[in-house]
């Protein structure tokens, strides 16, 4: 197989119960592609088709060679001879199984004296062999997300299926989970499809973002792209945090300063060091014309160009590109007020502590 | 506490009045004839050989609703399909069905003259005043105990932890077995107590079906309804080791329902 070409191809039609589903996509290796939609939307049952748990009424999914489902020519895989590693939303471990037992669930076909070494290697890539004798529900949703992965990933699965990975933990665990998912994502070679609720999720654990409504892609590329240059209202509603790429280093007054790519630098309370992605909410920022002073405590002020103007209801979502495309939300009284239209020249400012870091 | 009026004096007394009538017949068993009578009347051939009877009866009954009963319980909890509903019904019927008719039912079905009785005679199968028979007999009445326990069961199961386990390489059957069956394991075990506790009590089919013969068919509550005339105390004490085996079931039951049911919520 070369590299970069399409090793995940999805192309399904099925009927929800309020509606069609249908869709194709394509998800390379080393790369991850996120579902986002609000719920009810299909997109878990994209993921459950794509491993067997969900028969479309018509589709195909193939990894690389393989074809797993191919309903013109009855070609229908059960879940077992696919490979997919699939983290459930509440993980779904196997409560009377002690931790590795759970892992080494996923190695049958492996020697019986290899099992319990592999499933402690696998826990340990995650940090938690400590907890190998432990049963489920002794840990906690930070750990029981790593055993999850944990389990998913020691069959060195051909894709990676993540339904709302970070969901069911709470804000703090959620952050932490977010970064160290990053980084195994970024390990990971199998292609990889994320379903999440959560743009600001997709937009820091994915290379591309799909938002699905109603059974269908509306529209699919980079987070910033769909933040910044939103093909519907519903994609600008839906779209919340855009992502600024740069390498991050502490600044001698205690922040993280991110030199953001292409130019310009973005100051945050998080702690990051090396390559980040810089997130922030649209609602955080705040526009001013061009050429203002600067005043008040927002530490963040980006000269930037307005490339995109949409309505919702009686807000806007302005499509900005500085060094690279973010997005900031105003009330329609301030489009009038500042004359936003294509083109125009405005500065956004927002604060440090409005600045989430994810290592890439 | 909050005044004892005259209503909560008449609850406390209609509570009293429940207990008393309840508990009374069961203590007498065991205080009627004194320990020392009971035990040496266990000792006697026909006690001995009704209990050993009713224990190799009913665990084969038991045996039997587990191996088929299992999976049907897991199908009827896992699928849709039409019709599921009467399967469900007609699967309960016995649970309301008068001991008596269930033992008509079972002679018109599988005694000598009955729909299969030629062809049962033709295979050398022998059920009626046979021990056969009262396997036969156990197992029609309790098998909708375990039944409707095993399906709650297999229905509360999450079925993410079914999807995860094929996900991870296991086939359906492997699935059932390794992740379905444990999870399951509180409601089947509590199945299991009542089905066993219903097939021990079993008196009315049995009698009709499979008769009363000493060693052959004749179960402990066959044992005690024959000799209460003749021999009082040897009634009273198969009848105290009952209570003392259902009361042990009943306590199993409400211990594992009490137990946090495994995979259930933890903080």
């Given at each position: 197989?070369?590299?970069?070409?399409?090793?995940?191809?999805?192309?399904?039609?099925?009927?929800?119960?309020?509606?069609?589903?249908?869709?194709?996509?394509?998800?390379?290796?080393?790369?991850?592609?996120?579902?986002?939609?609000?719920?009810?939307?299909?997109?878990?049952?994209?993921?459950r088709?794509?491993?067997?748990?969900?028969?479309?009424?018509?589709?195909?999914?193939?990894?690389?060679?393989?074809?797993?489902?191919?309903?013109?020519?009855?070609t229908?895989?059960?879940?077992?001879?696919?490979?997919?590693?699939?983290?459930?939303?509440?993980y779904?471990?196997f409560?009377?199984?002690?931790?590795?037992?759970?892992?080494?669930?996923?190695?049958?076909?492996?020697?019986?004296?290899?099992?319990?070494?592999?499933?402690?290697?696998?826990?340990?890539?995650?940090?938690?062999?400590?907890?190998?004798?432990?049963?489920?529900?002794?840990?906690s949703?930070?750990?029981?997300?790593?055993?999850?992965?944990?389990?998913?990933?020691?069959?060195?699965?051909?894709?990676?299926?993540?339904?709302?990975?970070?969901?069911?933990?709470?804000?703090?665990?959620?952050?932490?989970?977010?970064?160290?998912?990053?980084?195994?994502?970024?390990?990971?070679?199998?292609?990889?499809v994320l379903?999440?609720?959560?743009?600001?999720?997709?937009?820091?654990l994915?290379?591309?973002?799909?938002?699905?409504?109603?059974?269908?892609?509306?529209?699919?590329?980079?987070?910033?792209?769909?933040?910044?240059?939103?093909?519907?209202?519903?994609?600008?509603?839906?779209?919340?945090?855009?992502?600024?790429?740069?390498?991050?280093?502490?600044?001698?007054?205690?922040?993280?300063v991110?030199?953001?790519?292409?130019?310009?630098?973005?100051?945050?309370?998080?702690?990051?060091?090396?390559?980040?992605?810089?997130?922030?909410?649209?609602?955080?920022?705040?526009?001013?014309?061009?050429?203002?002073?600067?005043?008040?405590?927002?530490?963040?002020?980006?000269?930037?160009?307005?490339?995109?103007?949409?309505?919702?209801?009686?807000?806007?979502?302005?499509?900005?590109?500085?060094?690279?495309?973010?997005?900031?939300?105003?009330?329609?009284?301030?489009?009038?007020r500042?004359?936003?239209?294509?083109?125009?020249?405005?500065?956004?400012?927002?604060?440090?502590?409005?600045?989430?870091?994810?290592?890439? | 506490?909050?005044?004892?009026?005259?209503?909560?004096?008449?609850?406390?007394?209609?509570?009293?009045?429940?207990?008393?009538?309840?508990?009374?017949?069961?203590?007498?068993?065991?205080?009627?004839?004194?320990?020392?009578?009971?035990?040496?009347?266990?000792?006697?051939?026909?006690a001995?050989?009704?209990?050993?009877?009713?224990?190799?009866?009913?665990?084969?009954?038991?045996?039997?609703?587990?191996?088929?009963?299992?999976?049907?319980?897991?199908l009827?909890?896992?699928?849709?399909f039409?019709?599921?509903?009467?399967?469900?019904?007609?699967?309960?019927?016995?649970?309301?069905?008068?001991?008596?008719?269930?033992?008509?039912?079972?002679?018109?079905?599988?005694?000598?003259?009955?729909l299969?009785?030629?062809?049962?005679?033709?295979?050398?199968?022998?059920?009626?005043?046979?021990?056969?028979?009262?396997?036969?007999?156990?197992?029609?009445?309790?098998?909708?105990?375990?039944?409707?326990?095993?399906?709650?069961?297999?229905?509360?199961?999450?079925?993410?932890?079914?999807?995860?386990?094929?996900?991870?390489?296991?086939?359906?059957?492997?699935?059932?077995?390794?992740?379905?069956?444990?999870?399951?394991?509180?409601?089947?075990?509590?199945?299991?107590?009542?089905?066993?506790?219903?097939?021990?009590?079993?008196?009315?089919?049995?009698?009709?079906?499979?008769?009363?013969?000493?060693?052959?068919?004749?179960?402990a509550?066959?044992?005690?309804?024959?000799?209460?005339?003749?021999d009082?105390?040897?009634?009273?004490?198969?009848?105290?080791?009952?209570?003392?085996?259902?009361?042990?079931?009943?306590?199993?039951?409400?211990?594992?329902?009490?137990?946090?049911?495994?995979?259930?919520?933890?903080?």
């Open positions: 197989m070369t590299d970069g070409a399409p090793v995940l191809r999805l192309q399904l039609a099925t009927a929800l119960r309020e509606f069609e589903l249908e869709l194709e996509l394509e998800v390379e290796r080393g790369s991850c592609l996120a579902l986002v939609g609000p719920s009810g939307a299909g997109k878990s049952t994209v993921l088709a794509i491993a067997g748990l969900h028969r479309p009424d018509q589709g195909r999914v193939a990894l690389a060679g393989d074809v797993w489902l191919e309903t013109a020519a009855g229908d895989l059960p879940p077992e001879r696919r490979s997919c590693g699939y983290l459930f939303q509440d779904a471990l409560p009377q199984m002690t931790v590795w037992r759970n892992v080494a669930f996923g190695l049958a076909g492996a020697p019986r004296a290899q099992r319990r070494r592999r499933a402690e290697a696998a826990l340990e890539a995650f940090g938690v062999a400590g907890l190998a004798d432990a049963t489920p529900r002794a840990l949703g930070g750990e029981r997300q790593r055993v999850a992965l944990a389990r998913a990933l020691a069959r060195e699965p051909g894709a990676l299926l993540l339904d709302e990975p970070l969901a069911a933990l709470d804000a703090r665990t959620g952050a932490a989970a977010a970064r160290e998912l990053a980084a195994t994502l970024k390990r990971t070679a199998a292609p990889t379903v999440t609720h959560d743009f600001a999720e997709a937009a820091l994915a290379d591309q973002v799909a938002v699905i409504d109603r059974g269908r892609i509306v529209q699919r590329g980079a987070a910033g792209e769909l933040s910044a240059r939103p093909a519907s209202a519903f994609v600008a509603d839906f779209a919340g945090a855009a992502v600024l790429f740069g390498v991050a280093s502490t600044s001698s007054g205690g922040s993280t991110v030199e953001l790519e292409g130019g310009g630098r973005v100051a945050s309370s998080d702690r990051a060091a090396g390559p980040v992605g810089a997130a922030v909410y649209p609602w955080e920022i705040t526009l001013e014309p061009a050429g203002a002073g600067p005043h008040g405590s927002a530490l963040n002020r980006l000269e930037a160009r307005v490339t995109s103007v949409t309505e919702i209801g009686n807000r806007a979502r302005i499509g900005l590109l500085a060094s690279q495309p973010f997005a900031a939300e105003v009330t329609s009284e301030s489009v009038t500042l004359g936003l239209s294509p083109g125009a020249r405005v500065t956004a400012t927002w604060k440090a502590t409005a600045t989430r870091l994810v290592e890439r | 506490m909050g005044r004892r009026g005259p209503f909560v004096v008449a609850l406390t007394i209609a509570l009293a009045v429940v207990l008393l009538f309840l508990i009374l017949p069961v203590v007498a068993i065991f205080v009627d004839a004194g320990p020392g009578e009971l035990l040496r009347s266990l000792g006697s051939e026909q001995r050989e009704a209990l050993w009877l009713s224990l190799r009866t009913t665990l084969a009954a038991l045996a039997i609703i587990v191996l088929v009963g299992t999976p049907a319980a897991y009827l909890a896992t699928r849709e039409r019709g599921k509903a009467a399967v469900t019904t007609a699967i309960e019927l016995p649970l309301v069905l008068p001991p008596a008719v269930a033992g008509i039912g079972l002679l018109a079905a599988f005694g000598p003259e009955g299969f009785g030629a062809w049962l005679d033709d295979a050398g199968i022998e059920l009626v005043l046979q021990t056969t028979g009262v396997i036969v007999a156990l197992t029609f009445v309790a098998a909708p105990f375990y039944l409707r326990q095993a399906q709650a069961a297999f229905a509360a199961v999450d079925p993410n932890l079914l999807d995860a386990a094929r996900t991870l390489g296991a086939s359906e059957a492997r699935a059932f077995a390794r992740v379905a069956i444990p999870s399951a394991g509180a409601g089947i075990s509590a199945g299991m107590a009542l089905a066993w506790g219903r097939a021990l009590g079993e008196f009315g089919a049995t009698l009709m079906f499979a008769g009363s013969f000493p060693g052959i068919t004749q179960t509550p066959l044992a005690i309804f024959a000799e209460f005339a003749t009082f105390t040897a009634a009273l004490a198969l009848s105290a080791v009952l209570v003392a085996v259902s009361a042990a079931l009943l306590l199993t039951v409400k211990l594992i329902g009490r137990t946090p049911l495994l995979g259930g919520v933890s903080a």
